[in-house]
């Protein structure tokens, strides 16, 4: 009887486990709106755009992100990998644009089921 309890309590465990949800990451990517991704962000981030990597506030961030999304409009977004482990995770995507294909790193961490962006590297 204690062993059925045992593993009914660690099926259970595992079944509520929740990854943090990047649809709202991935679709302000797919659109190329940097405002959206305002309410995703941590207050400071790591941001690493052509070639130069600094820590950002999360207002200075959505700036930086917004200018490179209107030079580089997004045609779409494709996750190509996420994953989530404890209380962190990252998602690397493809970002093609009009002029050339991007690939994107995001790592964050976890509240809950929500997603917040600790730092991103658009190569």
Request: proline residues 2%; charged residues 25%; glycine residues 6%.
């Amino acid at each position: 009887m204690k062993r059925l309890l045992i593993t009914f309590v660690l099926i259970f465990s595992f079944l509520s486990l929740k990854a943090a949800d990047i649809t709202s990451i991935s679709n302000a990517f797919k659109e190329g709106n940097a405002t959206t991704l305002a309410t995703s962000m941590d207050s400071e981030i790591d941001l690493s755009l052509s070639g130069v990597n600094e820590k950002y506030t999360g207002a200075d961030a959505i700036e930086l992100l917004d200018a490179f999304f209107k030079s580089n409009k997004p045609s779409g977004f494709t996750v190509l990998h996420h994953a989530d482990k404890n209380e962190t995770g990252f998602v690397v995507g493809k970002l093609p644009s009009e002029s050339k294909e991007y690939r994107v790193n995001i790592t964050y961490r976890a509240e809950g089921d929500k997603a917040i962006i600790q730092s991103i590297r658009i190569e």
